[in-house]
């Protein structure tokens, strides 16, 4: 566990980045031999805009990563974080402590927040509105988001207290469990429910892009399953009946626009409801 975390502690933003692109390239190619729905769409077509929010991601997160690298540092140096303040336990008990909560922070409570507080589900939504879910769907996030997850993420860092290798690590672990969520992949029904006691499986987080409430409010986690069961918001729906996107703004082309999904968090608020899908 020390050779994993001082790994992770000096981890070269050229490895992350080879992580991205494999996660990408390998969940891309199992997308095509074992598809949960064969999508009538040109793949390289609908990734562009994806790609493009990717992209801002990355920018946004390279250019504040130093709020991150500091303020572990100072909870290290202080003691400082809920992990601290515990009686001491085995080293791998409190690197997943940390990863535990830091998705917590980081991932379910930034998630619940954005649906329900108006204007931030107005910025989230760009996430949503994509009409055929793929692993290229994961990191679709207008630019306003990755600034409001990365707050959420640093606020994580600094009430859990996570020496800067854990948070390397957790970052690493929710780029492949995101990419795997969202992959247009169909599991073995058992294996997936399997998988979906612990870690969020591609079936559960897709009843969260189903275009209608109740579903579009379920399944908010990203790495661990646990935290939607706690709270109550853990919901199941058969995967072959789900249809993506909002139904308050089903307009195929401006949701697979670059420029109109810019302006979609301006528009006047929309939540979804219950109406049919305009596909």
Known sequence: METIIHYFETIPS???????????????????????????????RHALPNFFFTATTIVINFALAFLLLK???????????????????PLWAYILLGVLLLDFFGAYLAHYVEH????????HLVHHTDHEVDTTTANRHHPLESL?????????VFLVGTPIGIVMLYQSLSLVATQFGHAN????????????????????????HHFVLPYTDSNYGNIFSIWDRI?????????????????TFPNKEENGS???????????YRKPTGGAPNS
């Open 71 to 89: 303020t572990s540092d100072w909870v290290a140096a202080n003691n400082f974080g809920i992990i601290n303040w515990l009686p001491e336990m």
């Open 258 to 268: 670059i420029m109109g999904l810019l302006k979609q968090p301006f528009h006047k």
């Open 185 to 208: 992949i169909r599991l073995p029904r058992k294996v997936d429910r399997a998988i979906s006691w612990v870690l969020v499986s591609p079936d559960m987080h897709k009843v969260h």
């Open 148 to 156: 409001i997850r990365f707050v959420f993420t640093l606020a994580g």
């Open 14 to 44: 050229s490895h992350r980045s080879i992580l991205l692109v494999l996660g990408i390239s390998f969940f891309w190619l199992l997308e095509g031999a074992v598809p949960l729905f064969r999508f009538q769409y040109k793949k390289w």
């Open 116 to 123: 329900n507080v108006r204007p931030l589900w107005m910025i």
């Open 231 to 247: 709270f109550g918001t853990y919901m199941e729906l058969d995967r072959d009946t789900i249809v993506y996107g909002v139904d």
